[in-house]
């Protein structure tokens, strides 16, 4: 695909949408906040590797060639999100009395599970936290002469140092950093932590010797050096969730703009999804029982209908998560699988003016929303290549799913798909008889194991999952 029309970001730093243009006019690079990798992703956390992996499908789709870093932070990361309380991992580890090395092997693998069910494509490199610990001692040694403080508990950013700091969450007093615990000596409220001592008499399980005493460090700083060391001090695109440009992001551009001696944040662009909510509020680890994408396999739900769900709201939007929501995605997904599957392979060329108005949507700042139609414009013009050609911006892998592999098999089912398919035959017989009771019976007993009967299906789909 050629350039086509002008691609539109929205950059959070300027809160204002304008045209891209990447440093090296062949080649972008991006760089987005992985996971912190002491518990299972929620769906929430995954939405924002929907998003990012978007991003990269439509950058590819206009022409330009990608490094895009992950990074997997295995320390550093505290349980406040900021400069008091425990290490994540080093508390996950306690409580599941496991290696912390084991933790973080455990749940990075299945985050990578998690992406490739979503058809979501694999970065340039995954860069990992641990193995990045000498260069983050480097990079603070370089900038804590201008820029930190040593307290007992460890060495701080002076946030003073830096021009325009919060800037990009729009902070500039102490109320707008509400999720920053006190700590005891610091300058401003707003200070954090670039290394972390150990405390007298802490076993933990990763700590390194530096200038400032054994310890970790700050979550924030690893960010910093790993973009820097595979993007350069200037990069393309930084992404990552809306919760991070309140707190993580903006010490990024602190750090960034101290170890330059530039007011450069880093990155040209700083774009940020929106949350998924439930009714009961941000979707978060932090509430307990959060729902993860394993869940929703587990009773039977297509992890595409989930990819679905969420490239069908506009990525800055709040996205709200319901079983209705979920059961309209797959119903869509169904849809299409069944209409796409009937095209015939006949080698034509896409339609140009339908690939035209598609490249229009999705350089709108990524507006899948408005390109969705033109599949289904597309599959009622019976233009297989031109589904193809959407669907490598939309992963959903439409021409190759099957009806079956989108009935996928809850955990608990009790009832082979060949035992139902059974039944079913049974209930059409005593339907076509008249036989009401048996009718009935039967589809009373195959609701008592999780399985509605869809009679009259316009797409011939005959029984369903049911979800509460």
Known sequence: MTQGASLILYDSLTRAARPFAPIDPDHVRVYSCG?????????????????????????????????????????????????????????????????????????????????ADLNIR?????????????????????????????????????????????????????????????VAGKRHAQDFAIWRKSAPGENRQMEWDSPWGRGAPGWHLECSVMSRKYLGDQ????????????????????????????????????????????????????????????????????????????ISAHYRSELEFSAESLVAALTRLRRWVIAVSALADDGGEPDRALLDAFDEAISDDLNLPKALPLLDKAIAQKSRATVARMDEVLGLNLLSLTRADLRVRPADAVLSEDEVEARIAERRQARAAKDFATSDRVRDALAAQGIEIMDGDPLGWDWKIALD
């Not at 001692?137 to 021009?163: K, M, N, Q, W």
């Not at 992404?239 to 007011?263: F, K, Y």
């Open 122 to 182: 694999p970065p340039s490199l995954w860069s990992v936290a641990t193995d990045h610990i000498i260069e983050m001692v480097e990079f603070a040694t370089d900038i804590a002469p201008r820029h930190c403080y040593e307290l007992e508990t460890g060495l701080y950013f002076d946030v003073s140092t830096v021009p325009d700091y919060g800037r990009l969450a729009r902070t500039t007093d102490d109320e707008g950093e509400s999720r920053i615990d006190p």
């Open 35 to 115: 996971p912190t990798v002491y518990n299972y992703a929620h769906l929430g956390n995954l939405r924002a590797y929907v998003f990012t992996d978007t991003l990269s499908r439509v950058l590819a789709w206009k022409g330009w060639q990608l490094t895009h870093i992950i990074n997997i932070t295995d320390v550093g990361h505290l349980t406040s999100d900021a400069d008091a309380g425990d290490d994540k991992m080093e508390a996950a580890a306690r409580a599941q009395a496991k290696s912390i090395w084991d933790i973080a092997a455990h749940y990075t693998e299945a985050f990578k599970r998690n992406l």
């Open 235 to 310: 990069f393309d695109i930084h992404t990552g969730g809306i919760d991070h440009r309140e707190i993580h992001h903006p010490n990024e551009i602190a750090q960034n703009q101290a170890h330059s001696c530039t007011a450069n944040t880093g990155a040209n662009w700083w774009m940020h999804n929106n949350f998924l909510v439930d009714r009961g509020g941000k979707m978060s680890k932090s509430k307990g029982g959060f729902t993860t994408l394993q869940s929703l396999i587990d009773r039977g739900i297509h992890p595409l209908a989930y990819r679905l769900m969420c």
